[in-house]
């Protein structure tokens, strides 16, 4: 059968357009069969662990993208995704500890070298914490009795965790001499092992930690932890009554973590710019932003430049609190 001609040429600008849709899908790497692994450097079923697959089932769902997640330690899993080929096909899902080791020491891989970032998916917020037992209600008691018996207030982390320099940064800003004990057992992510500085708390080994709000949480409930204060510039939803570090006089004072998504060194600016609009979008959408919120974490979706500016003034900020603290990790 014989088509008219206006229908013709309607049909074929259609083929047309399917095929270059075909073609731009090919040459990016795109097709719906595309195959997409996230290495995860925090624990299985942990917050960070579930956000990203969160977001990850959303851009499945939407993009027919099969994603595959491995859950790593922190090293490991950088290093396996900076040799992994440049197609953005392999993913790392990491927090600012990334940045503030990037100060600490030379990394290899690092993180603004050999990862071109894509997302900042969302962040953490932080508090002080010491045991129930301690005689400190507020966080201006514990400064107040660290002024009158410098060095006996002890505080405790992971040595060279954003966590660390926080307590750095409180010790600064307050000008008080409270002693550092490293917090052993555990590990930056808690990958390999319990959390370190809360069994120091907890064991009477120190009397301060600064920790991501969601890890004391069953502490705080029973009872056997206390929260002083907020780290972060605004107050915690959850805890509506606890001053931040800002309020209480230390003007600045600000530091959330935050989780996000890097490829390897070289990938496309045309695969990187798909990246970036799958996880925009992903964290744009209502139920996977509802659901990440129930996880304790702020959706964020600073992606691209900004995720780029956003990091190079962490890694600023961080290295004057390294430098400043005189902190040395082996």
Known sequence: MKLPRRKFLHLAAGAAALACTAMLFSSDGTSQDQEMKIVVTFPRGSGGDLMTRIAAEHISRKHGVSVTFENSAAAAGTAAVARAAPDGNTLLMINNNFVVDSNLRKLTPDPLVDFEPVCNLASAQNLFVVDAAAPYRTLSDLITAARAKPGEVTMTAVPGTTQHLGLEMLRIAAKV????????????????????????????????????????????????LRALASASRKRLEALPDLLTVDELGYKGYDLDLWDGIFAPAKTSKGKIALLISWFSEALQEPTVRSKIMAEALIPVGACGGEFVSFIRKQQEAYGRIVNEANIKVQ
């Open 177 to 224: 001499n409270m002693t550092f004990v490293p917090a052993t057992g555990g590990s930056i992510n808690n990958v390999l092992g319990g959390n370190a500085p809360l069994a120091m708390l907890l064991d009477g080994r120190a009397v301060l930690a600064l920790q991501n709000y969601q890890n004391p949480l069953e502490h705080l409930k029973s009872g056997r």
